[in-house]
């Protein structure tokens, strides 16, 4: 079975940085390299937010929220998506999902807080 498991979220101070990691299991390096991976977030009383998307040939779409802030990146051979998230600022507070339709893994708690 496909799964993709989250870490790195924790409590930050604003302006500080995380880097989020959604590692793959349950398929081979091959059939991950053609997946396009998404990293949604997902605050309390707010609806689902797509972040991130890297295609599977590498290339990259984020969300205008995260722009200039936010980076996401893959390695095949590890089966992992991270994203890079610098000058956090309270709004990203969230917890931070990674997959693909329909396998979404349990989720990371991002707190940015003073």
């Known amino acids: 079975q496909v799964q993709f498991v989250e870490s790195g979220g924790g409590l930050v101070q604003p302006g500080g940085s995380l880097r989020l990691s959604c590692a793959a299991s349950?398929?081979?390096?091959?059939?991950?390299?053609?997946?396009?991976i998404r990293w949604y977030r997902q605050a309390p009383g707010k609806e689902r937010e797509l972040v991130a998307t890297?295609?599977?040939?590498?290339?990259?779409n984020l969300a205008d929220s995260v722009k200039g802030r936010f980076t996401i990146s893959r390695d095949n051979a590890r089966k992992t998506v991270a994203l890079q998230m610098n000058n956090l600022k309270v709004e990203d507070t969230a917890v931070y999902y990674c997959?693909?339709?329909?396998?979404w893994g349990q989720g990371t708690q991002v707190t940015v807080s003073s």
């Open positions: 997959g693909i339709h329909p396998y």
């Open positions: 349950g398929l081979t390096e091959l059939t991950f390299s053609y997946y396009d």
């Open positions: 890297i295609t599977h040939t590498g290339g990259t």
